[in-house]
């Protein structure tokens, strides 16, 4: 099997052997192709660190913007206070530059925070997606695992024990 398909592929295929499994006559239980969920499994693992790589690359973005946030909020800043020390010369001047530049430092401030908090927004949504994926998958697996589980304790306990006499026939 090629490491092509995404998590959710992968997720769909494992449904598809369960609902495609031959049932066991008289019983609740399915067999499955073990070698085909083992090669689901194999590339479910493969797949994992790109998503989470992915992740971490969203995670980085986050902190890229953040960090131009930061630095366009420094120069605005900059710029307000050259302009405040041009205008200070004269007091009705004086005035209007502290308004101004209070003006546009509170701009910058609530520009920042706004970038800031949609970022972690974004990247909350990103990361909530990737918990759920992974938390999903690991449900998924697990009920995979019990299901082998319950099928290698079904056959082992329908064949008959080497310590058992067989029966001789009319007995």
Do not use: W
Request: overall charge negative.
């Amino acid at each position: 099997m090629e490491n092509s398909y995404s998590i959710e592929d992968l997720i769909e295929m494992l449904e598809d052997i369960i609902h495609d499994a031959t049932r066991v006559p008289f019983g609740k239980r399915s067999m499955v192709d073990v070698d085909k969920i083992s090669d689901i499994v194999s590339d479910m693992r493969m797949a994992l660190p790109m998503e989470i790589q992915q992740a971490q690359t969203v995670v980085s973005d986050k902190n890229n913007i953040i960090s131009e946030a930061k630095r366009e909020a420094e120069s605005i800043i900059r710029k307000a206070e050259q302009r405040r020390a041009e205008l200070i010369e004269e007091n009705d001047v004086m005035k209007e530059a502290r308004r101004r530049a209070t003006e546009i430092i509170s701009s910058a401030q609530n520009r920042c925070t706004d970038l800031r908090t949609s970022t972690n927004d974004f990247a909350d949504k990103m990361l909530l997606r990737v918990e759920e994926l992974l938390s999903n998958d690991l449900n998924n697996l697990r009920l995979l695992r019990s299901s082998i589980i319950g099928a290698n304790n079904n056959i082992q306990s329908s064949a008959p024990s080497m310590n058992q006499p067989l029966e001789k026939p009319g007995e």
